[in-house]
């Protein structure tokens, strides 16, 4: 069953008041909230930031504990979280990879399907760059210049081959009709420096013009942009009228069986942290864009995302 | 056992591993123009390793054997392995890490202070370091670096 | 300057203090072993947001160099490293603190690690810019060439058996290749363990290796007697003369140490360990490393603190953290709303010249806090081995776990542990794996990637202008390695030949 559909049914269930019994005693211990990732990093400080400010939100004031379980690429945590009891008091703060990526290969110990969508927090944007003195200006410059040299943009991302920003620009790539070539890289430190340094034409990732960096964006890959002025004249791939597109988002599932008045006591506990201050701060701070959607439409996210990826992993030869 | 012995042994123990190696990387295609392919630095260690390992231990036949590979205390170093590897598997079990903790250490120092002569004063100074330093664990672990111990 | 007149006294002792504490928790867990800096840091963080950003700014990277330093004082008292960057220490510290004094040993630690701040802080000062737009010039090729370089490193340990050498860099380097391989996006050699997908735990690999091993030869030893130190001997202190005689150690180490730490992803591991060949291939007295040199403990020492600074540079003129332990540090600037790279240059001269100062202020003042405290950490560690052993494996095991939360983790470590107490008296190098495990990805990658780049095409590696400035390095060093080897022999043979003629 898909998760839209599911949701869909749990919604109904929950309307017409055949579940809805047991919702007092929800929660009724800590929910704890795994994140896989290392403590300290940003995806941390925002799961840290969002546990303690919808802890206030949360019925029968219990708290919410992150555990941090890292490692795998993010797989051992989600591992755990589907291996926990489907009574809501587990839940797993990701992003995009470890649930719409690695699942495909066929070898993590879950499937998408395993998950139940509950909120969903930020996205983070992700462009084509170039280098700030490159010959090449804007989108049309660009596609006018790989298509008299096809093959001979190399483009670097920050997870190497497989990887979310890969696999966008393969999918931007096989609409538009053009030939890149991917270079990988093991994070953006790296990938930033050889951009600069001249030895790739262009990256695919979060572009840090707002911050005084000197790579320029062509395109961006996602419906969204960072919240800063100097972005405003870059086109996404949505308002050029193109289908390629990506959304890295971050957020909280669960196990799939959580039953659906659970799921909505979480996601409303979620959606009023949004609105805190620390969690306003953070957004700010790390120029994070907004973007909160509720259990169906998230889910509707992971399961466009799923598809796309499929069919582009399939093309690119990543998977049979 | 004598030296030479245990060197045949660990050439043996490593050769196995590279066989291993090889295997596991044999099958890797190179799936990128340019590239040599995943398996190829793995593969090209195996076959070094083997090739050393070869070398190493007819070294060692020829050389005739060298004297005695034995430790001292060797019982309180396996008997301490033993308790590393039962604190790991009741630590990962039953959790209670800072009472674990505790006995951990209250166990081994009096098995290691056991020939100063057994006393109340040896017990009581045992259990105050422990308790001390599994005290000092819990602090900082639980209140500044927030790690779920 | 007239930022200086701005300056009041409040401000002034806030950072003193900041820096002071961020020095003292740097150089206590670097000096346990398997807690490093990046627990230090964690440690440090949620204080950092209740605090001035210069201060706290301060604090981390006070604590950053304060670990540099303190992971050299266990290595040097108990030969077991507190950080994988501390592994050379091991060498010629151990060896000078058994024979000679501890004292003296961690004297060159200390004013090694001392030199190699000031001399990473000048260069920051001064060639900010140019160098970290100098090295984005250097690409895989080189990258490539340096790696090798790092591994040429192991021949000057002095192994005592050269088949054992070559299969102990041979392990390391495929230990190395555990995980998901950038290339494929598929892994291998992890046995379908996800625990091994992002590679073999380097925390739990370097304890498992240095610690556990040694752990298990002290138990093997007489564990009830203290390791007792002349009052004197534990003086750290060097007099003038053994200062200068260690200062091009140090010169060398500190020029490696800032260079490498503007490298992306290149580090004070690695850094570490060029330093120690390096002295040792410009040394007049080459034969005492391994054997308690002074050189051999303030070269490395200066490269890793040295290489503070050097990682701090890209990531202030450029905005790019060049290391792991500065994208942490990298955070308490974006929590302050400070953005570094080129703009914060031109933009906040002040900011800039502030925390200049303050991490001059850092290398100094772990001076002193090292003359003040070490005699402290050290006492506290040469206490009797029957206390010191469950200790040593608690802090162990809480490090190994702490580091990734993974059990895992703990069994390799043990496992390693066991293996290493075995092929260590089987003339194995420990230190030799790590340096080229460290090494596996910097070789790889860069050697792949380059011919990815190139599409198939060697000639990459020897026709850019930087690649050929190391490769004649390398030659030179070869050359340079052989000449002596040849001559020492030379001179042996002859002492020999006017030997036999006065007999």
Sequence with gaps: MTIRLKTTLAALALAIGAAPLAAQDFPEKPIEMIVPYGAGGLTDAFARAIARAAEEHLPNQ??????????????????????????????????????????????????????????????????????????????????EWVKTHPGDFTYGTSGGTGSGGHIATEELADELGIELRHIPFEGSAQLTTSLMGGQIMGTNQLPDVHRGGEIRPIV???????????????????????????????????????????????????????????????????????AYAGPEAFGAIIDNAVARNRKTMKRLGLID | MSIRTMNLIVYAALSGLSIMVIRAVSEI????????????????????????????????VLAGDTG?????????????????????????????????????????????????????????????????????????????????? | MDFLTNLDLIMLGSAALSIMLGLFVGMLFGALPGLGLIIGVTLLLPLSYAMSPVNSILMLLACYQGAEYGGSISAIVLGIPGTAMAAPIVLDGREMAKTESPGKALAYSLYGSTFGGIFGGLVLIFFAVPVARFALKLADPEFFLLGVVGLLAVATFGAKDFVKAVISVALGLLAGTVGLDLFTGSSRLTADFFELYEGLNLVAV?????????????????????????????????????????LKAMISGSAIGSFMGVLPGVGSTVSCWLAYSTAKATSSTPEKFGKGSGEGIAAPDAANNATVGGALLPFLALGIPGSASIAIIAGAFIIAGIQPGPQMMRNNPELIQTIFIGFMATTVGMFFMGKALTQVFVRALVTPNSFLVPAILIS???????????????????????????????DYSIAAFVLAMVLTPIIEVSFRRALVLSQGDYSIFYTRIYSQVILVAIAVVLGFAVLKTVRRLRDARLAATTKEAVQ
């Design chain 3, 206 to 246: 370097a304890v498992g290796l240095f610690a556990f091993s040694e752990v298990f030869i002290m138990l093997s030893g007489r564990i009830n007697k203290a390791f007792t130190f002349e009052a004197h001997h534990m003086k750290i202190s060097l007099t003038f003369r053994e200062m200068l005689g260690a």
């Design chain 2, 29 to 60: 295609p190179v799936t990128m123009p340019g590239d040599v392919g995943s398996g190829f630095l793995p593969g090209f260690l195996a076959w070094l390793i083997l090739g050393f390992c070869a070398l190493g231990a007819l070294r060692a």
């Design chain 1, 62 to 143: 219990q708290r919410i504990v992150v555990v941090n379980k890292p490692g795998g690429g993010a797989t051992i945590g989600l591992t755990a979280a589907v291996n926990a009891d489907a009574d809501g008091h587990t839940v797993v703060f990701l992003t995009a990879s470890p649930l719409v990526i690695q699942p495909l290969y066929g070898k993590t110990q879950y499937a998408t399907e395993d998950f139940q969508a509950i909120s969903r927090f930020y996205d983070i944007p992700a462009s084509i760059n170039v280098r700030a003195d490159s010959e090449i200006a804007d989108y049309d410059q660009w596609i």
């Design chain 1, 220 to 290: 961006f890959v996602t419906p969204t942009k960072p919240a800063d002025p100097v972005y405003d004249a870059i086109p996404t791939t949505r308002e050029l009228g193109l289908d390629a597109e990506v959304i890295f988002f971050s957020g909280v599932v669960g196990h799939k069986d959580i039953p659906a008045d659970r799921v909505a006591i979480l996601d409303s506990a979620f959606e009023a942290a949004m609105g805190s201050a620390d969690v306003q701060d953070l957004f700010v701070k790390y120029q994070l864009t907004p």
């Design chain 3, 396 to 426: 162990s095991l809480i490090g190994i776990y702490s580091s990734k939360g993974q059990f895992f983790d703990l069994w390799v470590a043990l496992g390693l542990g066991i293996a290493a107490w075995i092929m260590r008296r089987l």
């Design chain 2, 68 to 149: 005695k590979f034995t430790s001292e205390f060797l019982g309180r170093v396996l008997i301490t392995i033993g308790v590393i590897a039962g604190f790991l598997i009741s630590w990962e079990t039953l959790g209670y890490f800072f009472v674990q903790c505790f006995l951990f250490l209250f166990g081994l120092f009096t098995y290691y202070r056991w020939p100063r002569g057994p006393s109340a004063r040896l017990f009581a100074l045992n259990a105050a370091v422990a308790a001390g330093i599994t005290a000092l664990c819990y602090v900082t672990f639980t209140f500044f670096v927030f790690v779920d111990l």
